[in-house]
């Protein structure tokens, strides 16, 4: 059984830097694309960051690029994100997830099929 479990988020100031962690348990993440996720209310799931397998590639949405950086440790089943100079607009709770798509659907929520609880990140002007 799949498990992520997504921490570090908080009650952060506009400009202020966060760094998320995941924890992935029940599959080798060696083998997974993994990616972070966000949603804030009454909007959908949109995507945020993305490694690809086993974590020669990253991909940014335009809006955290430059500002935000993903980074997986494969031995510890951990995942990182490292977010600079956030903004009130990057509030949302951040989820973790796997997936084996092809690398055309990285960026796609619907590709993956697990989810963790998420972690709240709200960021305060």
């Known amino acids: 059984q799949v498990q992520l479990a997504e921490s570090g988020g908080g009650l952060v100031q506009a400009g202020d830097s966060l760094r998320l962690s995941c924890v992935v348990s029940?599959?080798?993440?060696?083998?997974?694309?993994v990616a972070w996720f966000r949603q804030s209310p009454e909007k959908e799931r949109e995507f945020v960051a993305a490694?690809?397998?086993?974590?020669?590639?990253?991909y940014y949405s335009q809006g955290v690029k430059g500002r935000f950086t993903i980074s997986r440790d494969n031995a510890k089943q951990m995942v990182f994100l490292q977010m600079n100079d956030l903004k009130p607009e990057d509030t949302a709770i951040y989820y973790c997830?796997?997936?084996?798509?092809?690398?055309?659907?990285?960026?796609?929520?619907?590709?993956?099929?697990?989810w963790g609880q998420g972690t709240q990140v709200t960021v305060s002007s």
């Open positions: 029940g599959l080798r993440l060696i083998n997974y694309h």
């Open positions: 997830a796997p997936s084996t798509t092809a690398l055309s659907g990285i960026r796609d929520p619907g590709m993956y099929r697990s």
């Open positions: 490694s690809s397998r086993p974590g020669g590639n990253t």
